[in-house]
């Protein structure tokens, strides 16, 4: 019986990084996900951490590369994307497509053939499999298609061009392959046109600029200075006010770090969150922490450059060839003195030259290009020492020793290459020109997108702080105007806040500008988000980059290192060819061994050590086997062991000259491949330290940019407020002078008669519409009942007025509730002669807006009796995060009202609500239905966001709906793009007549049938019959607020409007609407606007278990029942409803 293998239990902790991963990036928040990941490696090493987490970051990357269109992004991105697969042992194609995508992106040859090995490993991997899934399938052909490509582009970028056509096809298979599309690009949240009613956008913040401007310029001196002054106190209420806890931690944070730091500025590391106030350490500590830096297994083989003193004596001399052989009579004739010449930058004018033009030249060009390699910090010491190595075999062909050189300090200096013949200098120039200077590596691409992303941090304004740490002082220089300079050092002085201001005189208004500019870090990022968060994408992408360059370094290491193992195999082969030949010396050449089985015999022994698995043992193999076969360049590897053993081994007799003169050119070509490969590493390392002081760059971050948008906001609260205040003073003393003027008017009058009552009535409310204040001209008509005592006439009149108001319920829901005198106001006018047009004008436009005011003031009655979105308001707590410019700032007034709790306050409400109708009607068409006032206030309010969700309407109102149709005819299934509605809109009579015909029918079934008339056309013109088919309609999730549009005649009967009403319901499953919902997708009604019979709106709410009537520009209310009261009064007063809020249940 077989034994049982063990199970293999995977690690728990493991296990919970997969699943946040996973979930995190399944739902879109790929910053948590990046988060986990990176504690991850911070804590396990990235080694430890799952291949399939690896696997999900590369395929964010991977996403995100090919999402933009900003090559400066797609680049680091994309490369990110393959070090990330490189750590996943999957099978797929991604890491070969994307280093395919890198090449086309730069045109770099080193990136096709990166693809293509991928490629082929990929393919060798694969070969291996018994049989194919679909899936391998696949991608065996994508990979076959990328080698293909790769190929093609790599002849093509050399110069070896040929025909296309088969690169075009192998392109246009592997855009049409799914692996292509790695993961689905999720549709950013865009703002769009409503279904209801198209709106119309303006700039509704220039009223809110002119009004701060015109205050600012009445401000006193002192207060202006005052107002540079941020009480820490109240900033901090004004935090908690808005954010919270969470808002308190972060300001705290900043503050705290700017009383003990004194910077603003600092270097965060997004892997691990720690901070550092010094750019250096912060290097070492990416390096030494994160894998920034490549480590090799002995520093004593690792690419150095020369130093700083050799480089400095390339360019400042002539390089005049000089006499070698006069040099060398002088070296052996006169040595003492030869060592006392004066050298001046490494050169000396002592030594003999020598008249040869064409020495000359080849010295210039040599020496353009040390100078060019010193430009580029890849002039190495093994060049150097190279090009030496020439000059001690030429002079010692003159029988000048190394150690004589050494004494007259020539190895030393560059002028040593002086003394060379042409063909010595022919030899270095040939080998000069293979080094490249520049490597094509888009490291140039990471510094512009670093570049566009550090310049969104700059902040010009200096913030300063007093003594006790109690005041923050804003920058003198914004009451004088315009700042022009960025202040990058961000060091935080401390003054005496009482006379910091004091010598600053304040010129213009410029500081008003200032305060109306909310400038973002970015798109997404403000306070009080987490500052990891910030750039956290591309800092990562970055550092994956680093990563993926340190892989390189360590293959251009490796390779060194078998260049060094392979030409110590050449040392030891030369060495036991001359020990052979000191043997020889003392024994017979009967008993002489060959050159070649010495190195045979040298193979079996190494063997019989360790078998050929050593790295050194192969390539000890490798060189023997290229001595004996007399190749011309170095192989470092073989396909089979047995096969080379008996290709050495065949070889035993070989003659001992041809042996000797093998080793030789084997070791000078393999001693030119070793400072043409320390050229390679340094150009690598160049690369490395360009893209980690990008990454240093990033991780830049200015707390004043932080909370500069905060600031900005504060201040702006602040002096809205006091504006505010300052109008509301204005009002009220204007009223008070109204009234003493009044009361002083009808005291000279008491007593008069009927006419004279009238007229005073007249005059009270033409002076009450002046100052457009029905609040006040309410108080003028009951202060002259207190001090008249009615007539007769008149106190008949009184009594009878409450039978068109108190005997039904319809008085109390009109919005205009005139009183007697203005209506005796009204005839007065109609009579005056010549005034009969000016009349109904009046009439007609004072209707007209009131209309309009009854629509806005009880759509905002009916927004805010959404319980959901009460929650979201007070929850978030911040209104306006978007450019303050879009908004209507009487509309920030209202809801900062609402969420201060402020609206309760006496009068306030209808003075924001007057505030809010001037705002709208200055960039708004006047408009007097209600469904244009709902799309009106939701466009404006797309500005009102939190910085990590969307906007509050698409998050809460806005439907994301799918349109598709089955042609029954031709069978073509066009897909039709997602569209945004606020709701969906109906036909008031066409929900009677269904519910008239079919009386137990469900609304929600009423208006699924509505729906199932919709059609649209096969369109002819892509393909399609023209036959007209139903449409399906389908929705990826549910929003939490559903709102219903109901379009009447406006001529329906009392029956009508009832019968209409009856159809509604409270509680609506939309599973019914849309299909790919669950069942039972219920939504409960909250609140509904109606339009009387006069045109007058009225708002019905649903509060406490019970339906209430809200009242015209106040908070009061009115009880009305259940649902059935609800359908009896829209009946009785021909309430007709219109706009539906619907609430998820």
């Not at 991963?21 to 799952?50: M, T």
């Not at 935080?492 to 005189?505: A, E, G, L, R």
Request: glycine share 4%.
């Amino acid at each position: 019986m077989a034994p049982f293998l063990p199970l293999l239990v995977e690690d728990p902790e493991v296990a919970k990084i997969k699943k946040l991963v996973q979930d995190y990036f399944a739902q879109g928040n790929h910053i948590k996900a990046l988060e986990v990941i990176e504690d991850s490696i911070s804590v396990r090493g990235k080694e430890k951490v799952p291949g399939m987490v690896h696997y999900h970051q590369g395929s964010f990357f991977y996403e995100q590369g090919t999402k933009t269109e900003n090559s400066d992004m797609k680049f680091p991105f994309l490369l990110a994307s393959v070090e990330c697969f490189s750590q996943d042992l999957g099978v797929h194609a991604y890491s070969a497509i994307a280093l395919l995508e890198l090449g086309k992106l730069i045109g770099s040859v080193s990136f096709y053939r990166k693809a293509l090995n991928n490629a082929k490993e990929g393919l060798s991997f694969i070969a291996s499999f018994g049989g194919l899934r679909l899936s391998e399938e696949n991608t065996k052909s994508n990979l076959e298609n990328v080698v293909l490509v790769a190929e093609s582009m790599i002849r093509k970028l050399q110069g070896r061009v040929r025909s296309d056509s088969d690169t075009a096809a192998a392109e246009s298979m592997i855009q049409a392959a799914d692996t292509m599309v790695l993961l689905q690009k999720k549709s950013q949240p865009k703002l769009r046109e409503s279904k209801i009613r198209d709106s119309i956008r303006s700039d509704p913040d220039t009223a809110a600029g002119k009004r701060l401007r015109s205050y600012w310029a009445s401000m006193d001196v002192e207060s202006k200075r005052n107002f540079m002054k941020i009480s820490i106190e109240k900033l901090t209420a004004y935090v908690e006010r808005l954010h919270g806890r969470e808002g308190l931690d972060a300001l705290e944070q900043v503050l705290d770090s700017a009383k003990i730091n004194r910077k603003w500025k600092f270097w965060m590391c997004r892997s691990c969150s720690q901070k550092f106030y010094y750019p250096k350490k912060f290097k070492s500590h990416l390096e030494q922490e994160h894998g920034a830096k490549f480590k090799p297994s002995t520093k004593k083989h690792m690419a150095q450059m020369v130093d700083e003193v050799w480089a400095g004596m390339i360019s400042v001399a002539d390089w005049e060839p000089v006499d070698a052989v006069a040099a060398a009579e002088m070296i052996k004739t006169q040595l003492e003195f030869v060592k006392e010449f004066v050298y001046e930058n490494g050169w000396s004018k002592n030594w003999p030259l020598a008249a040869d033009e064409e020495r000359s030249k080849l010295l210039k060009e040599i020496q353009l290009l040390l100078v060019s390699f010193r430009e580029h910090k890849i002039l190495s010491c093994s060049i150097r020492d190279w090009m030496m190595q020439f000059t001690v075999k030429h002079l010692a062909q003159l029988e000048i020793s190394e150690h004589t050189l050494t004494g007259c300090r020539l190895v030393e200096t560059p002028q040593s290459i002086c003394f060379l013949e042409c063909h010595e200098l022919n030899q270095i120039l040939y080998l000069l020109k293979r080094i490249n200077c520049e490597r094509v590596d888009g490291t140039e691409l990471v510094s512009k997108a670093t570049d566009s992303l550090c310049g969104r941090l700059r902040v010009k304004e200096k913030i300063e702080f007093d003594h006790e740490f109690s005041f923050m002082l804003l920058d003198k220089r914004l009451l004088r105007g315009k700042i022009a300079s960025y202040d990058d050092e961000g060091i935080i002085d401390v003054f005496d806040q009482s006379v910091h201001y004091t010598k600053t005189h304040p010129q213009g208004d410029d500081i008003i500008t200032w305060l109306l500019d909310y400038p973002l870090l970015d798109e997404s990022f403000e306070f009080p988000r987490s500052i990891r968060a910030h750039n956290l994408e591309i800092w990562v992408a970055v550092l994956r980059v680093i990563h993926f360059t340190c892989t390189t370094l360590g293959t251009k290491y490796a390779k060194k290192l078998q260049i060094l193992s392979y030409d110590a195999a050449l040392a030891d082969a030369k060495n036991l060819c001359i020990l052979e030949d000191e043997r020889r010396k003392n024994v017979p050449e009967d008993q002489w061994n060959t050159y070649a089985s010495l190195l045979c015999d040298k193979c079996d022994k190494r063997l019989e050590i360790d078998g050929g698995d050593s790295h050194t043992t192969k390539l000890c193999l490798c060189a023997v086997r290229d001595i004996l076969e007399g190749a011309s360049h170095p192989a470092f590897e073989f396909s089979d062991l047995e096969d080379c053993l008996t290709l050495i081994r065949g070889h035993k007799n070989l003659n001992d000259d041809i042996v000797l003169k093998s080793i030789d050119l084997l070791k000078s070509v393999v001693t030119n491949k070793v400072p043409v490969a320390d050229s390679k590493i340094l150009l690598v390392e160049n690369s490395r330290i360009n893209l980690l002081n990008d990454l240093v760059r990033l991780s830049v971050f200015d707390y004043r940019a932080y909370i500069l948008h905060l600031l900005k906001r504060f201040l702006r609260d602040e002096l809205d407020r006091v504006v505010d205040m300052d109008a509301k003073t204005k009002l009220a003393a204007a009223q008070a002078e109204h009234l003493s003027e009044e009361k002083q008017e009808k005291v000279k009058k008491s007593g008069s008669n009927k006419k004279k009552n009238k007229t005073n009535k007249r005059t009270s409310a033409s002076m009450s519409s002046r100052i457009d204040q029905d609040d006040v001209h309410e108080s003028s008509v009951n202060l002259e009942q207190e001090v008249t005592p009615p007539s007769p006439k008149s106190r008949e009149e009184d009594s009878t007025e409450p039978e068109g108001t108190l005997s039904s319920e319809r008085g109390r829901l009109e919005i205009s509730s005139n009183t007697k005198s203005q209506d005796e106001a009204t005839k007065d006018m109609k009579n005056m002669p010549g005034e009969d047009l000016l009349s109904e004008n009046l009439e007609s436009s004072h209707k007209e807006a009131t209309r309009y005011n009854s629509a806005l003031d009880m759509t905002l009655k009916a927004l805010l009796n959404i319980k959901v979105l009460e929650e979201d308001l007070v929850h978030n707590r911040q209104p306006f995060h978007g450019n303050l410019e879009q908004v209507p700032c009487a509309l920030k007034d209202f809801f900062s009202a609402v969420v201060s709790e402020q609206i309760k306050e006496d009068g306030l409400y209808s003075y924001l609500l007057s505030n809010l109708l001037a705002s709208l009607e200055e960039v708004h068409s006047l408009s007097s239905d209600a469904d244009e006032v709902v799309v009106a206030i939701l466009e404006f309010w797309h500005w009102w966001k939190s910085p990590e969700k969307e906007s509050l309407v698409t998050r809460l109102f806005t439907l994301e709906e799918y349109e598709r149709m089955s042609c029954t005819r031709c069978r073509r299934k066009p897909n039709y793009p997602e569209q945004s509605s606020y709701g969906i809109v109906m036909a008031a009579n066409s929900i009677r007549n269904l519910k008239c015909a079919f009386a137990n029918m469900k609304f929600e079934d009423i208006l699924k049938v509505i729906r199932m008339e919709d059609e649209m056309i096969c369109d002819a013109k892509t393909g399609g019959c023209g036959k007209r088919n139903s449409v399906h309609h389908i929705i990826s999730r549910c929003p939490p607020i559903f709102t219903i549009v109901l379009e009447w005649e406006k001529n329906e009967t009392e029956t009508e409007i009832s019968e209409t009403t009856n159809a509604l319901h409270w509680e609506i499953d939309i599973s019914m609407l849309y299909e790919g919902l669950e069942p039972n997708t219920n939504y409960r009604l909250v609140s509904m606007i109606g339009c009387g019979e006069e045109g007058e709106y009225i708002c019905l709410a649903y509060k406490r278990n019970r339906w209430v009537s809200l009242r015209h520009e106040t908070l009061a209310e009115e009880g009305v029942g259940n649902w059935k009261s609800v359908v009896r009064i829209c009946g009785e007063r021909k309430v007709r409803p219109e706009i539906l809020f619907y609430e998820a249940a």
